[in-house]
């Protein structure tokens, strides 16, 4: 096991610019997870450690060792593959062992820990079998065996669910985070899906155009959104965001959203207070909103565009002046479309964003 | 309604089959002819009207084409030369395919152009100065210097082909053999190739196809060593009808053998490899 450092790196492919001064530290036995849209470079950086790319700029250390200009093959890291990239051409058995024979283990120990790590994926039975005669989730099962069998220092994980439907999804991830309390390593994931994200990860790591934009614990990125990018990649449906601006007048701050008039908590107030007739986001999460039927102080109203019943809850697109905004309530609300409402904001979870460059204050 | 669908149904099944049978017979009538020809007697050569069926059947002709003088010497000739030519071009094509095929580099679509442009050169213009430069460099009238010609001629062929081959093998494969320990020769070996192996197997096949039938290089470059066509070429002007027959035969057989051969991989080819 050991730790992992990149250390700015730049990798540019053509005009886009993949990483840009990328740094990140993951502690040993971390399980660390890479998100961002699709061509973010999240890819791109888990590549750079796997030895597949060479960095333009930058240092990559495994460890204390730095491994920057090192094949892959000597960097003692396991990889899973977002397409499982598993050997067609082999027996589920000869692909676990691949590695372990390519390092030239002794055969009884090659058989002991391909066995063991079947075993630890449920794949015992189809050992014999090749991988056209398995099913998606199997394979990818082959392909996490694989790679815990080389007992590498960091194990990688390109978008290893994404190609499974919904409900195995579920369920694999469920067996990866076993996997991982179970056999401790480093692990660097990488995926889009902020579900999985926040499901699996001790860190989180959200990535934009090449850089890092947060990293922090998931529930601390799923409330503390850095920026407004954050706050909308992450939850579904999104935070919500208001265009406001502040108006300090006797002492008072509060911030107009329209006609209606929002007091921020006394320690906003003083960080607003600094930036009067400013424009200012107001992010809410759509669980954090209250739905009153009736008039209510401090309640801005609405119009209910549409209703969405999701089992579990409603889901809630309203009309606020000149916002749509999301808003969740419960399964057996009253609640019905073109009806008025009165939504109250939960003080302590509004988050408040720059509007011009979209970071939170 | 249901009376006239089936009708138009019946009717597109008859043209479908109709015209597959016409393309069919297009291609299996004259073969059918030669071998029907080349194993009658020689006097049945010239019956006219031809009968249809064997009835003079006989392997007069064969043996005394097979007989002739210098037959079989071009026969092995052509063999060695076609496997020299398979060897050549596979050791010399398959890297470039795979280098198409994987790699990003400044021209590669000129070299994918270039390797068909090349095809674009008639032979008949290049012959003479062949000749000249293969009898200053002792290739001239050696089955080497034909080897060397048909793989010049197969290479185009063989990098476009094994491209395609490589392609199909997702690149993902060969990178998870490199984090599992290999570099990248091995990862070639052992991943690639194998996955590759039955494209490769039909690249060599078309290859062989291409040196066995290549007629006007040979005619040139040689005298004595001749391969089969140059050698019955040269001499299809001036023998008689039953030995063209015969000797028409013995070509085609071992192209339509490789061709069966090639059958089975041919889908797989331009396609990705099964999975």
Redesign the interface.
Known sequence: MAGIRFQSIRKVFGKTIAANDVSLEIKDGEFMVLLGPSGCGKTTLLRCL???EHVDAGHVFIGERDVTDL???DRK???V???Y?V???LTVFDNIA??LK??RHPKDEIKRRVEQGAELLQLTDYLARY??QLSGGQRQRV?VA?AIV?QALVL?MDEPLSNLDALLRLQMRAELKRLHSEIKATTIYVTHDQVEALSLGDRIAVMQNGRIVQCDAPMNIYDYPANTFVGGFIGTPPMNFMRGTVQASDGQVAVHLGDFRLTPSEATGARLKSRPDQGVLVGIRPENIVVHLKPAAQALRSLVLVVEPLGSHKLLTVQAGKETLKVTTRADAPVEANQEVWLEFEAGKIRWMEQTSGQAL | MPSSLSRRYILSRVLLYGSAILLALWTLAPLYLVALAAFSTKQATFQWPKPLLPTNFSTDTMEFFVNTKGVLGSVGNSVIVALLTIVASLVLGAPGGYALARFRFRGKDTVSLGLLISKMFPTAILSIPLAVAFIQLDLYDTIWGVALIHTAMALPFVVIITSGIFVGVPRDLEEAAQTLGCNRLQAFLKVVMPLALPGLAAAAIFTFVISWNEVFAATILTLRNRTLPAQVLSSLNDSPLYYRYAGGFFMIVPALIFIFLIRKYLLNLWGGVSR
């Open positions: 796997a030895g597949l094949a892959p093959r890291i396991a990889m593959f977002q397409s990239a050997f067609p051409h691949f590695g390519m390092h991988p056209a392909a694989r080389m990688l």
